[in-house]
């Protein structure tokens, strides 16, 4: 089995949704940068997940959903997400809305993360962006003690990345470190 094979069993794919949904990108000059924890995966050890985060040019999100809708796939909105998903998977393509996140696709670069190919954000970027998700209160407090791991996940590989780290957060993965 290889890893796309694996990918498409713990996502209980009929189909092969990512590998579709990349080559819509790519066939239709969709800028876009890969986030959350497939592009960690891409920096460190690998951890499964389900969701498949990304942000998308603003000015083509119109554009993809369109693309997507004719494609097959449902949409599901949230404040700053588009959820997308197939009856074919139980993947769910979180697409970025908030704004904050668009610089990250120039600085994005194609590498490969479970047998595909996608542009993924730059570790730096990527650190920003758990930041920023572990920041917000209004969040899940499981999904912000993820975030809190990712952030320690790169960190502890890349230690020149703690000095982006707040105060705050420094202080709590230190104590973590300690325990």
């Not at 951890?47 to 000015?59: A, E, N, Y």
């Not at 809708?69 to 139980?90: A, I, L, R």
């Not at 209160?137 to 996940?153: A, M, P, Y």
């Amino acid at each position: 089995m290889n890893e796309k094979q694996f990918f498409n069993a713990i996502t209980n794919s009929k189909e092969d949704i990512l590998s579709k949904f990349l080559h819509i990108l790519n066939t239709n000059k969709i800028l876009y940068c890969v986030l959350g924890g497939v592009a960690l995966n891409a920096y460190c050890e690998p951890i499964l997940t389900l969701d498949f985060d990304c942000v998308v040019s603003s000015s083509q999100l119109e554009k993809l959903k369109n693309i997507l809708k004719k494609e097959g796939f449902k949409f599901k909105s949230h404040p700053h997400t588009w959820e997308v998903t197939s009856k074919n998977s139980d993947l769910r393509i979180q697409i970025q809305r908030n704004g904050r996140y668009q610089d990250f696709i120039e600085n994005a670069k194609e590498l490969k993360v479970l047998g595909y190919k996608m542009k993924i954000a730059k570790k730096e970027d990527l650190l920003r962006g758990k930041i920023w998700a572990y920041q917000d209160k209004k969040r899940n407090v499981i999904k912000r003690e993820k975030d809190l791991l990712d952030i320690k996940r790169l960190v502890k590989k890349y230690p020149s990345l703690k000095k982006q780290l707040p105060k705050e957060i420094l202080k709590k993965i230190e104590k973590k470190e300690v325990d």
